[in-house]
């Protein structure tokens, strides 16, 4: 008998996609209701700058879960991921996904779109709570509740005690 894993993209692409989503229709917004003007122009270029380096690190921690940390080969082999980048942040993906829209926003200089990274973290949350913690609770138990207890949900931070 085959032992059951998560499936491998599980809601992965409804999270990624959403929180694209979500950062494509508040700039859209933005434009329409004309609050693209709410600028400060003297952080213009520190915001692109900022915005640039959270793009990178979006797309290095996607990389990392994915590539060097083997993300769809361990899921498969039923392992809890809990090293590489998994030490810093328990969904590098998602992570990266909230930081390469928190950087479009930066470099759109916009105050009001400062929003968009507490809805998409918000969004992200309860997705995570409701769906892939349950499962990974009940597949790995004990286990999950420790590495949950020393490693982050969303914000990349080093091991808790």
Aim: aromatic share 16%; charged share 20%; glycine share 6%.
């Amino acid at each position: 008998m085959k032992k059951k894993h998560l499936p491998l993209y599980g809601v992965g692409p409804v999270i990624v996609f959403g929180q694209y989503l979500i950062t494509a229709l508040i700039i859209i917004l933005s434009f329409v209701f004309e609050f693209d003007s709410v600028r400060i122009e003297f952080l213009s270029i520190p915001m692109k700058i900022i915005g640039i380096l959270l793009i990178a690190f979006g797309f290095y921690l996607d990389f990392s879960a994915k590539i060097k940390s083997e993300l769809f080969r361990k899921v498969e082999n039923h392992t809890l991921i809990t090293d590489g980048i998994y030490r810093i942040v328990r969904n590098p993906v998602y992570s990266g996904v909230l930081c390469i829209c928190t950087g479009i926003v930066f470099i759109f200089n916009n105050i009001f779109l400062l929003i968009v990274p507490f809805v998409c973290w918000l969004y992200m949350t309860v997705f995570l709570i409701n769906t892939e913690e349950k499962w990974l609770r009940d597949l790995y138990g004990d286990d999950y509740r420790d590495y949950c207890r020393k490693v982050n949900r969303c914000i990349p931070w080093f091991q808790k005690r």
